[in-house]
């Protein structure tokens, strides 16, 4: 484990544990966060332990995560040492538990400025490949880039802290064929610092978090709406039973439900209750 300082932002970064290999960065900030400020804590490595104070925008990183997970406990696989498992502890409480997934829009939109500005350097036509899908991975055109992991923690009616986790396939190749996914090096065909990328992606989280902390909620969702993957294109999806239906994502709701215009009129649903039929 080392410590290291991003200097390019407020907050976010500025304390930064990167791990050489560990279980999963989400897992850890949870771990940390359950325990005492200013005891001793278990780092999850055999030696040593030491004093953490947890502040807003501490990141932990590692490139060879073993037990990553994504939305409703999917496994994120990843080559060692080629991809960016990443975790950053915020302390949202301005928000109310209601106003949740407005957090969760941010996330999504700084991983996709932090994407998107990478293919604009080095291919700006393949930019507006970047989109965000429901609810939270980073899709180029119809393959998976990258996913988000949020876990949030309420007191009262508000907000008491979040573990924001994203994992985003950069330098690896080869994949499981029967994954769609994709890398910044199969699409622009170069190898990427790991390093950088986490500072850039630092940066951009921060960008958002700020926008959001200053309650800019109307223009974060018509952002994530003009990002997302499929929007107001008709569009084959699948119900859990295994029955297909066409529709047209309309919207997304206040609560994070995706709401499709369908032949019997507008649904909405939640994680799990649909999926796309790529």
Not at 105 to 114: E, F, P, R
Not at 182 to 201: A, I, Y
Request: net charge neutral.
């Amino acid at each position: 484990m080392t410590l290291n300082a991003i200097n390019n932002t407020l907050f976010v970064g500025n304390v930064w544990y990167h791990f050489d290999s560990l279980h999963s960065t989400n897992d850890l900030a949870l771990n940390w966060l359950s325990q005492k400020p200013n005891k001793s804590f278990d780092l999850a490595t055999p030696k040593p332990s030491f004093s953490l104070p947890i502040t807003e925008g501490v990141v932990l990183t590692t490139f060879n995560q073993t037990l990553g997970r994504g939305q409703m406990g999917n496994q994120w696989l990843a080559e060692p040492h080629k991809n960016i498992a990443f975790t950053v502890i915020l302390f949202p409480t301005f928000l109310e538990a209601r106003e949740q997934f407005h957090l969760n829009k941010s996330i999504a939109l700084a991983v996709h400025d932090c994407m998107s500005n990478i293919f604009q350097t080095y291919n700006p036509a393949l930019a507006h490949g970047c989109t965000v899908k429901w609810a939270n991975d980073l899709y180029f055109y119809d393959q998976k880039l990258g996913g988000i992991l949020i876990q949030n923690a309420l007191a009262g009616s508000r907000l008491q802290h979040t573990v924001a986790g994203i994992g985003l396939n950069i330098n690896q190749l080869d994949f499981p064929k029967d994954l769609n996914v994709t890398s910044l090096k199969r699409e622009l065909k170069m190898d990427f610092d790991l390093f950088v990328l986490v500072e850039q992606l630092a940066k951009c989280i921060e960008l958002r978090y700020l926008e959001l902390k200053k309650g800019h909620f109307k223009r974060l969702h018509d952002e994530y709406l003009s990002k997302m993957y499929r929007f107001e294109k008709e569009s084959l999806f699948q119900y859990p039973t295994g029955e297909v239906f066409r529709g047209t994502i309309v919207g997304v709701s206040e609560f994070g439900r995706l709401e499709i215009l369908t032949t019997e009129g507008v649904k909405s649903f939640d994680i799990k209750e649909v999926k796309f039929v790529i």
